[in-house]
T-cell receptor, first 112, second 113 residues
């Protein structure tokens, strides 16, 4: 599986934007970039995914570099409920990589 | 619509005993996955069902673990006999298709004493 690299931790203030980076220099042309998060004492939760173009949904935005070797998850206004571990995961578009391979992720702390 | 549910939420057993974890996926989701996180480690894939068929068991740690999904609805994961290193949180997830988002349950925290 292609690997991703994320910072171990990041800190933000409430109601400020947060940019969570992810490097995936060995990404293949058929890999989607997925983001999940895990809130304390809960199961992982799907956030967003994309292939080449930037994506927006009600939870977040995903900005993908032109060469696709990196991406950034953007939380436009962090709330205390966004404090979680965020995972950047690559999945093959062809469906062969159906299982999720979790790394250590980024622990996001949101200060009031 | 109900999400993925898991039962029990917590289980404390002694080494050598048997425990069965249950997962009810989202209705209509043919794909069901089991994952676990043991203390201090990353979340690891255990196995994947499509309906009642096991598609991939590559993550199952050993033959003390048995997963079933009779009728393609709920799934059970049995650990027999349980060992200390089996302690951790077991997550179940489901998805409509193999490539779509996976929806996770809250997990079952297993403690083996």
């Amino acid at each position: 599986d292609a690997k991703t690299t994320q910072p171990n931790s990041m800190e933000s203030n409430e109601e400020e934007p947060v940019h969570l980076p992810c490097n995936h220099s060995t990404i293949s042309g058929t890999d989607y970039i997925h983001w999940y998060r895990q809130l304390p004492s809960q199961g992982p939760e799907y956030v967003i995914h994309g292939l080449t173009s930037n994506v927006n949904n009600r939870m977040a935005s995903l900005a993908i570099a032109e060469d696709r070797k990196s991406s950034t998850l953007i939380l436009h206004r962090a709330t205390l409920r966004d404090a979680a571990v965020y995972y950047c995961i690559l999945r093959d578009k062809g469906g062969s990589n159906y299982k999720l391979t979790f790394g250590k992720g980024t622990l996001l702390t949101v200060n009031p | 619509e109900a999400g993925v549910t898991q039962f029990p939420s917590h289980s404390v057993i002694e080494k050598g005993q048997t425990v069965t974890l249950r997962c009810d996926p989202i209705s209509g989701h043919d794909n069901l996955y089991w994952y676990r996180r043991v203390m201090g480690k990353e979340i690891k894939f255990l196995l994947h069902f499509v309906k009642e068929s096991k598609q991939d068991e590559s993550g199952m740690p050993n033959n003390r673990f048995l997963a079933e999904r009779t009728g393609g609805t709920y799934s059970t994961l049995k650990v027999q006999p349980a060992e200390l290193e089996d302690s951790g949180v077991y997550f179940c997830a489901s998805s409509q298709q193999r490539t779509t988002a996976q929806y996770f349950g809250p997990g079952t925290r297993l403690t083996v004493l």
